[in-house]
């Protein structure tokens, strides 16, 4: 069983110290950790950004907190990142997220995607979307760029998705699925392996955030394994607090024993799995 840890928004306002403080101990075991990073920070609601530029036109490329940049290119040296790509600038809009409403969705992902590949030097394959939040026209546009979603708690009805074969046999793909576990349509399924569309694939990752308590993330764990898939759990390093770090520390030790492979999140859409990304399906957005 492989399991992947993400961890979302990476900017421009993030210290080295924000990402060591959480993954320090789990890095000198060799845990990699998937950072989806944001490219320019727009000046936006975020927790994860100061309160200060909450509001203005302002925008903040990584490239210029050369601190972390720096770091993160040595941490990707050695394994311990893996870079993907989260929304170009995160902003929230009046109407909806980033990958919901904002204009020139597809020009969004080439500028992040040629951004992150060029500051880093390693191909991006994988896209999250802010907020996870994504509508049909932000789907076509991953879909076109050929970029792998990782989500959280998809919402697998037809009318979400643009329609066509692919989206019919994984509809009939999931239903199956929520079959054999003896799931009713209101009731949370972990799917625990890729949906393949036509130029890319979605996996959703169990969520860690001040909600989550230890036995739902074990229980969503130990169902996809009992099933024989894999496992994503996905986190922001400025919700960590103690309770939460103690939460993650507890997973990891259950996932150790239970003899996982720790793996960036690239890997989980690999090998050709089908019934193979794990996707949560029942979003709560």
């Known amino acids: 069983m492989r399991v992947a840890i993400r961890d979302d928004d990476t900017s421009f306002f993030t210290r080295p110290y924000d990402l060591e403080r959480v993954y320090r101990r789990h890095w000198a075991r060799g845990i990699p950790v998937s950072l989806a990073v944001v490219p320019r920070h727009a000046s936006t609601r975020s927790k994860g950004i100061p309160r200060e530029h909450w509001e203005g036109v302002r925008s903040f490329p990584l490239a210029d907190n050369v601190a972390l940049v720096e770091y993160l290119r040595a941490q990707a040296a050695v394994g311990l990142i893996e870079i993907v790509l989260h929304g170009w600038s995160h902003q929230n809009y009046p109407t909806g997220y980033e990958f919901e ?92 392996w890729p949906l393949r569309y036509n130029r890319h694939a979605e996996f959703g990752c169990q969520p860690l955030v001040p909600r989550t308590t230890l036995d739902e993330t074990i229980a969503a764990f130990e169902e996809a394994r009992r099933w024989g898939g894999d496992f994503c759990l996905a986190t922001h390093y400025w919700e960590i607090d103690d309770r939460l770090a103690g939460i993650l520390d507890a997973f990891i030790a259950h996932a150790d024993r239970a003899g996982v492979e720790w793996v960036p999140a690239d890997a989980l859409f690999q090998d050709g799995r089908t019934a193979g990304v794990s996707s949560t399906i029942e979003e709560t957005q």
């Open 101 to 192: 409403v904002a204009p020139r969705l597809g020009e969004r992902l080439a500028r992040g995607q040629g951004y992150l590949e060029a500051l880093f030097g390693a191909p991006i394959k994988t896209f999250v979307p802010p907020h996870n939040a994504l509508s049909r026209r932000g789907l076509r546009a991953i879909d076109a760029a050929g970029l792998n979603v990782l989500g959280s708690f998809y919402s697998f009805r037809p009318d979400k998705k643009p329609w066509g074969l692919d989206t019919l046999r994984n509809y009939l793909l999931v239903r199956a699925h929520r079959r054999r576990t003896g799931r009713t349509r209101r009731e949370r399924l972990i799917y625990p």
